[in-house]
T-cell receptor, first 114, second 114 residues
Framework: GENVEQHPSTLSVQEGDSAVIKCTYS??????FPWYKQELGKRPQLIID?????GEKKDQRIAVTLNKTAKHFSLHITETQPEDSAVYFC?????????????FGRGTQLTVWP | DAGVTQSPTHLIKTRGQQVTLRCSPI?????VSWYQQVLGQGPQFIFQ???????GRGNFPDRFSARQFPNYSSELNVNALLLGDSALYLC?????????????FGPGTRLLVL
């Protein structure tokens, strides 16, 4: 099955700096890569996703890049704010399948210091 | 628009007991997936149901079972609880097949097995 590796496990940045979280996946059939943000005690919330027919997607301060050849994708957060502090999970799946099972990374605890 | 709801929010059980967790999907959503999130790790896929039929099962023992009702709500049952079953159990819903739609997570049920 699919194996998703996520790095780093913890990341501390100063407010206003950029943060980058990287993930790799093993199954070349995976073509859908969502990112979820989970604040302490709350549900995982989808913040951005990308499909393999595009290499980059942006939504205001967040962006995701995908390198399908190398089987890795990254989350970029610019101008970080204290409210960006949370655990971020990457995931991989096969869009278009009947199952849609999400394979998650182990998460990155992002702390943004004011 | 109400999101995915789960009950109870917290639960304490002892080893050997049985537990039933409940999930109500977003109105109009027909697919429900269950995930187990052990502390410090990403969610792991347990089951997916669509139109009241099991569409997929993760690598979990037969002690775990689930069902989906005509109103698309779902129950997850775990028998003969082990200490290792302590986790946050997340439910996710999507309008159609999970492999073809974005999945939205509920707040989870935190299960502690003593």
């Amino acid at each position: 099955g699919e194996n998703v590796e996520q790095h780093p496990s913890t990341l501390s940045v100063q407010e206003g700096d950029s943060a980058v979280i990287k993930c790799t996946y093993s199954d070349s059939a995976s073509n859908y890569f969502p990112w979820y943000k989970q604040e302490l005690g709350k549900r995982p919330q989808l913040i951005i996703d990308i499909r393999s027919n595009v290499g980059e997607k942006k939504d205001q301060r967040i962006a995701v890049t995908l390198n399908k050849t190398a089987k890795h994708f990254s989350l970029h957060i610019t101008e970080t704010q204290p409210e960006d502090s949370a655990v971020y999970f990457c995931a991989a799946s096969i869009w278009g399948s009947t199952l849609g099972r999400l394979y998650f990374g182990r998460g990155t605890q992002l702390t943004v210091w004011p | 628009d109400a999101g995915v709801t789960q009950s109870p929010t917290h639960l304490i059980k002892t080893r050997g007991q049985q537990v039933t967790l409940r999930c109500s999907p977003i109105s109009g959503h027909k697919s429900v997936s269950w995930y187990q999130q052990v502390l410090g790790q990403g969610p792991q896929f347990i089951f997916q149901y669509y139109e009241k039929e099991e569409r997929g099962r993760g690598n979990f023992p037969d002690r775990f079972s689930a069902r989906q009702f005509p109103n698309y709500s779902s129950e997850l049952n775990v028998n003969a609880l082990l200490l290792g079953d302590s986790a946050l159990y997340l439910c996710a819903s999507s309008p159609g097949l999970a492999g073809q739609e974005t999945q939205y997570f509920g707040p989870g049920t935190r299960l502690l097995v003593l």
